[in-house]
């Protein structure tokens, strides 16, 4: 039986998002962005009923919940025993309005009986300052406002107030709306704007899907990761979250709980992929951009890990008012992991832009100026290719001349050849062929290991590491050379649990590893793909899909034994990693409607 403990939806706009359950209980959502301050945190709270907005129904015996087909809008309804029911639809409006995108940093939710007499209960309890109570509320003639110093959250509604605060049942007769968001008075006819900003929000989303192009084969979930990779974009800066929580440990009882509301670097090349491959171009576009921004700031070294505004600080800390993902602590605000030395982001974002010169869709092709910028990132790969580092893992005790590192240095180098041949720069395009080409010899050389009959995680190491899997992929050597095919084989045989894929199996700064990594799965199909292996390939990807929840979200882990999702969620790593082996396992469109 699979353990769907992240049975979770996203709503959100670009600019905030939120999690909700099948029960239509809203357990997270950060104010204003998606790395603020959880006034509902109820997901980190362990035991605690604080940090929520939910509708009770009495004697409730099911509830179904889903996406309205192809949006970011979401309905459940709940029925009770005697069959009377009540549908709760769940958005944050996103919309075209003057020129520009309407997406305020507010969530909406209508309530509606939908079957016979349903008596609810509407509890609202949000927090501040990660899981404290508020320690004042107020109501006006239809809002109530909950309040500290720094932060003032208010909820304008048309149902009865006081029954909210008495948090009392009555018999819901018509439709209720209620807007949660900042302190400014809702002008419009609460009614006619909610439902007029739910069909607007709807068609957004309807038009926005009907612009991608998809796989024949397995449509909606690549629809489904499509829309996440959206949801998890900052507009403003076009920064992409590795994924909407923190905390949520990578497997029970470990201590492994990071903070994942940040972007990183390495994800740029992934997603940028991804969102390339369905014809996403604005989205990549602005992520790109956002990147190069980064890029371009001649201070210091390369982060592995930015803000959505890239400036802000990500000290860690330790959030003492929440006990953790099912009381699973500790829980993290910010992320230490931005002071380490990870050397692959050089490659990453130049592996990221590289699109700018070859993709003849995009306005504003790269010209010399941009190859420049990248030739200094190239400059850092070529110096740092073979320094030690913390890795892709991001391990926090120990560095290694990583062969994911080394290969994303040399990557970087070898496509600032390819665009300095594509803007006639022959010369340029010379001098990058002679660095990479004894990148390559050297990375081939010492990463392979005769002992083990692979090429393993780090130089003069016997750890076999599941990112070797890219090397054919980044195009450092051919899927069909012998060491690859030799090195899938030791993978198979040390790194595969039932059908999932551990990152390694060596233990790292916190013991020895429990949980599978989703990402790497991909890679894994992505691999025996290339290898011929289709059939194989094709019945482990199905085999993923499965694990998906009932919204088709992946975290970022899964326990082999139970099947439980496990790591911070919506992975956007997982879901690029979903989007890419879809694309590539699919039959063609030619003739599929009648073949």
């Keep these: 039986m699979t353990d769907h403990g992240l049975d979770l939806a996203v709503i959100g706009n ?98 509606e009986p939908v079957a016979g007499l349903p008596r609810i209960t509407i509890r609202v309890r949000p927090t501040h300052g990660y899981g404290k109570p508020f320690p004042r509320r107020s109501s006006g003639s239809n809002h109530i406002r909950w309040h500290n110093e720094a932060t003032v959250l208010r909820l304008t509604t048309d149902a009865p107030l006081s029954l909210i605060e008495s948090e009392a049942p009555f018999v819901v007769t018509r439709p209720l709306h209620l807007v949660f968001g900042p302190d400014e008075p809702f002008t419009d006819d609460l009614a006619t704007a909610t439902r007029e900003f739910c069909n607007r ?29 959206k949801l998890s974009t900052f507009d403003e800066t076009g920064g992409i979250v590795a994924a909407l929580t923190t905390s949520i440990p990578e497997a029970p009882g470990t201590g492994r709980t990071w903070d994942y509301r940040f972007c990183w670097l ?34 210091g070294p390369l982060r592995p890990v930015y803000s959505v505004v890239p400036t802000d600080p990500l000290d860690e800390w330790t959030a003492p008012e929440l006990k953790g993902y099912r009381g699973d602590g500790p829980v993290r605000i910010g992320n230490a992991a931005a002071d380490q030395a990870q050397h692959d982001a050089y490659g990453s974002i130049i592996l990221a832009a590289t699109p700018m010169f070859f993709d003849r869709r995009l306005p504003r092709p790269g010209d010399e100026g941009l190859f420049r910028l990248l030739e ?30 080394a290969a994303m240095c040399w990557a970087g180098c070898h496509r600032l050849a390819a665009i300095a041949a594509r803007l006639g720069l022959k010369d340029r395009a010379a001098h990058w062929n002679r660095i990479a080409d004894p990148i390559r010899d050297a990375l081939l050389k010492r990463s392979w290991n005769d002992k083990r009959g692979a090429f393993t995680a780090a130089f003069e190491s016997d750890d076999l590491d599941a990112s070797v899997l890219l090397l054919p992929e980044l195009g450092l050597l051919d899927a069909q050379d012998p060491r690859f095919i030799h090195t899938v084989a030791a993978m198979e045989r040390e790194l595969v649990r039932e059908k999932h894929v551990m990152r390694y199996a060596s233990a790292d700064d916190f013991g020895l590893p429990v949980t599978a990594f989703l990402i790497c799965r991909f890679w894994l199909i992505d691999a025996w793909w290339s290898l011929g292996r289709r059939d194989e390939a094709r019945e482990l990807f199905e085999d993923a899909l499965a694990h998906r929840n009932r919204y088709g979200m992946l975290s970022e882990d899964l326990d082999p034994q ?12 997982s879901m690029a990693g979903l989007i890419l082996s879809a694309m590539r396992l699919s039959r063609s469109w030619e003739d599929r409607y009648w073949r």
């Design 14 to 111: 670009g600019r905030t998002a939120a999690l909700v359950d099948p029960q239509a209980r809203i357990v997270w959502w950060c104010f204003p962005r998606y790395d603020g301050d959880p006034l509902f945190c109820r997901l980190l709270a362990g035991d605690e009923e604080k940090g929520f907005a939910d509708v009770v129904l009495d004697d409730m015996v099911e509830c179904h919940s889903e996406y309205l087909r192809n949006s970011a809008v979401v309905t459940t309804v709940l029925t009770d025993h005697h069959g009377n029911a009540v549908r709760v639809t769940d958005f944050a409006p996103r919309f075209h309005q003057f020129g520009r995108v309407f997406r305020p940093p507010q969530l909406f939710r209508i309530i």
């Design 201 to 229: 929000t709807r068609d957004y989303w309807m038009t926005w899907v009907r612009g991608l192009s998809i796989s024949y084969d397995w449509q909606e979930a690549v629809i489904r990761a499509a829309i996440t990779l």
């Design 266 to 299: 390495r994800d740029a090349y992934f997603v940028v992929k991804a969102l390339n491959r369905i014809s996403a171009t604005q989205t990549m576009e602005e992520f790109i951009s956002f990147t190069l921004g980064i890029a371009s700031n001649p201070d």
């Design 376 to 405: 200094s990132l190239g400059d850092k790969a070529a110096e740092t290719a073979f320094v030690p580092d913390a890795g892709i893992w991001e391990y926090r005790g120990r560095k290694r001349i990583h062969t994911h590192s």
């Design 562 to 573: 139970t099947g439980a999702l496990w790591g911070n969620f919506p992975q956007t790593y």
